[in-house]
DNA sequence: GAGTGGATTTCGCAT
DNA sequence: ATGCGAAGTCCACTC
């Protein structure tokens, strides 16, 4: 790792294309200017700002406030490095889409150039994803007697979450939100059910799971007669570290077959 | 701006306690563990990785590649530092959703404190609300004799982009698209036309804006009769470059009242 | 404070 | 490559 305080405009485009060429990481935090053009166009004015620019060739920049960018090259960018009336100027273009930005800066208080090593595993819990495969593992969180048949299934507006049988012998539509299910997660389901009832001749319920119903969807499902049953996420994450296994396609494993 | 190379954990731990007291900026560039958990849970294994923490509170940890942080903190965090076992531990929490980071180094390669001054001004064109303006401003986009009569209109479903009536009086419900128009975005309009059919007398039309629309669309638009305007964001930007104001509102100033 | 929809969304998976 | 939907989405705006 090297850092540099307030290199000259000259010494840090060579140092960075240099960097870049080798696929280090650079940072540059100075003021600086910023335009890009492709999807939408944007004018950033002069202001202080930190740079990265990673070794995949993505690029960030940063305000000193917000989360997010406020601009930014996603990866695979080639660059090019120039100085021009002592102003370094650093432009990232990308290829589909055909998008460019362009970064000028008239100071530079700081440049880091990094190989940083980073073999860490990421693990997420608490996804949709998990509540499904919560769901396959162990059924009986929907309700007693409940068994799935498929998962993902394909009807003419899109995939049903899980789909399975209730004791009774009825089918089961199960829509899965992660987060406070909202009016469109419900109108969502209620098309699945009606494209299904449209084929076979048994009845069909539509559950709705989520950790909780936005204001004003209680009625709809009461409407629809839709039923809702509460599971949080976090729940299914518990259930689910007991059973974990790779892919979705594994908890499907030993359904029972219609 | 300070940066300090291969401060001992200690050090670090007070230099960042006092810089976030008074609202500075902080990079942390090392090796290090992360854990998060809120909304969903996460573990990151120990690697090398570059750390900003912004003076409103917010937290991004950045691995040597990706656009996107693999943890983070949107802004308003409380922070609280510490020194285990020679190691750096740092943890930002939040309430609201009750979530919180804990960051541990067990090296830390560079430690920069900045307060950032950025003043610029941020401007972009070309989103989706930029061709709805371009759409007010220039009716003609759509057709010859096209006349807006609101925008964001509310019907059941949700909000009609642009509502206006054609040269031969009857209504048209105008869904706008910014990119490649998808199966999702022609099933909204014709959602809101069913919904606006059902209130009026008159014929109603569907038109679909938008500069492309995905595969197997085209058949569905025929098939439930809505017609498509091709419309790049880009061209809308252009129209509205000579006639800018700033809210929507003022571009519909002076629509023809029905 | 909750609900709704856009984003230069990004990301991942399936076709 | 394209399409489709989720995301710890974030964010701004409305009610």
Chains 1, 2 share one sequence.
């Not at 000259?8 to 910023?34: E, F, M, R, W, Y």
């Not at 993505?58 to 305000?63: D, G, M, Y």
Request: hydrophobic share 40%.
């Amino acid at each position: 790792m090297v850092s540099v305080e307030h290199p000259p405009p000259a010494t840090a485009a060579d140092t960075i294309q240099t960097a870049l060429s080798v696929h280090k990481a650079v940072i540059v935090i100075g003021n600086c200017l910023v335009e890009y053009k492709g999807r939408a166009s944007s004018k950033l004015e002069s202001g202080e700002r930190i740079v990265i620019i990673k070794e995949d060739g993505s690029v960030l920049v940063h305000r000193p406030t917000d989360y997010s960018p406020v601009n930014w090259q996603p990866p695979g960018c080639l660059f090019q490095t120039e100085v021009i009336k002592d102003k370094l100027k650093i432009r990232a273009i990308r290829r589909k889409p055909k998008e460019a930005i362009t970064i000028v800066f008239d100071k530079i208080y700081l440049l880091v150039l990094l190989s940083l090593v980073d073999e860490g595993e990421f693990s997420l819990y608490a996804s949709e994803e998990d509540m499904q495969k919560a769901i396959l593992a162990n059924p009986s969180l929907i309700e007693q007697g409940f068994r799935p048949i498929t998962y993902e299934k394909k009807v003419e507006p899109g995939f049903v979450d899980v789909y399975g049988i209730d004791q009774n012998g009825k089918f089961v539509v199960v829509e899965i939100k992660r987060k406070t299910a909202s009016k469109d997660a419900v109108l969502q389901l209620q098309k699945y059910i009606e494209s299904i009832k449209g084929t076979v001749q048994r009845d069909v319920r539509g559950i709705l799971v989520a950790p909780d119903v936005a204001k004003g969807v209680q009625p709809l499902l009461y409407k629809l007669a839709l039923e809702f049953k509460p599971l949080s996420p976090r729940r299914c994450a518990e259930v689910l570290s007991s059973v974990r296994t790779q892919k979705l396609s594994e908890y499907f494993k030993g359904l029972p077959e219609l």
